[in-house]
């Protein structure tokens, strides 16, 4: 896995019928910020590549569509 993040890609969003219908193409991971008192924001972000979340939200849960990943979260 990189030790920088990747934020020169866009962030790529999806709507909510693509997050519970769809499947990620093969290297991505779909992931959902439940956001408490703001926009839940859903994702598409690359496997293996640290990334960075734009501002602070207050996260109250992750739901993560993908092959299997292991979440690491710093704050």
């Keep these: 896995m990189s030790n920088e993040a990747d934020n020169t890609v866009p962030v790529q969003e999806i709507d909510e019928a693509e ?3 769809g499947e990620p ?5 779909w992931i959902k910020w439940n956001v408490k ?3 839940d924001r859903t ?3 690359s496997i293996g ?8 939200p207050y996260i109250k849960a992750i739901t993560i ?3 299997p990943v292991t979440l ?4």
């Design 19 to 21: 997050f519970q219908s």
């Design 25 to 29: 193409k093969a290297g991505d991971a």
């Design 37 to 39: 008192g703001g926009r």
């Design 43 to 45: 994702e598409t972000r």
């Design 49 to 56: 590549v640290d990334h960075s979340l734009n501002g602070s």
């Design 65 to 67: 569509r993908s092959a």
């Design 72 to 75: 690491h979260v710093w704050v």
